[in-house]
T-cell receptor
């Protein structure tokens, strides 16, 4: 199946700093990428949907100025957590699809962010 | 109401049992449907797509009822290695891929 590479897989940062997470589709062009957050023992929560070359669409309750998403090419999307706080510690996962085809989403390996 | 709802879990079953997962979706314009499996601290992985005609892959059977907006997954002869969280996933109208909350399965010897 298609491959989506996400890195870093794990990052620890100090409170107040920013962290960038990259998501790359390695063998296909992803028209749409999704960013999810998962807290321990909870389900995946969609944060935002990004289409190549346009602004991301954020889900209700997700601060767009805090979680900056860039989708500059068909193979790369980035999520930057700005001014991170301990409550931002979570598992962040990206996925990519070719829209509007009704195909499954392919997932990155996830990034475990710990803010200390 | 959530767009995708699943049975609350967890399910605790003995090896060899048959277990069924149920899922409903609210957007009648939803176009495609999947079951994913997520192991602890790992990313979700596609288990199988779900087709209107129903589909089977070994011990796993998925079914879709568009009229009732209902999806199911049946696991027969469950193994210890089936222990995981099972996620119902819907490609909703537009660009969104929406996940259910997941149902955790524990298969015990």
């Amino acid at each position: 199946g298609a491959v989506v590479s996400q890195h870093p897989s794990r990052v620890i940062c100090k409170s107040g700093t920013s962290v960038k997470i990259e998501c790359r589709s390695l063998d296909f062009q992803a028209t749409t990428m999704f960013w999810y957050r998962q807290f321990p023992k909870q389900s995946l929560m969609l944060m935002a949907t990004s289409n190549e070359g346009s602004k991301a669409t954020y889900e209700q309750g997700v601060e767009k100025d805090k979680f900056l998403i860039n989708h500059a090419s068909l193979t790369l999307s980035t999520l930057t957590v700005t001014s991170a706080h301990p409550e931002d510690s979570s598992f962040y996962i990206c996925s990519a699809r070719v829209v509007p085809q009704n195909t499954e989403a392919f997932f990155g390996q996830g990034t475990r962010l710990t803010v200390v | 109401r959530k767009e995708v709802e699943q049975d609350p879990g967890p399910f605790n079953v003995p090896e060899g049992a048959t277990v069924a997962f149920n899922c409903t979706y609210s957007n009648s314009a939803s176009q495609s449907f999947f079951w994913y499996r997520q192991d602890c601290r790992k990313e979700p992985k596609l288990l199988m797509s779900v087709y209107s005609s129903g589909n089977e892959d070994g011990r796993f059977t998925a079914q879709l009822n568009r009229a009732s907006q209902y999806i199911s997954l049946l696991i027969r002869d469950s193994k210890l290695s089936d222990s995981a969280t099972y996620l119902c996933v819907v490609n909703s109208g537009g660009f969104k891929t929406i996940f259910g909350a997941g149902t955790r399965l524990f298969v015990k010897a």
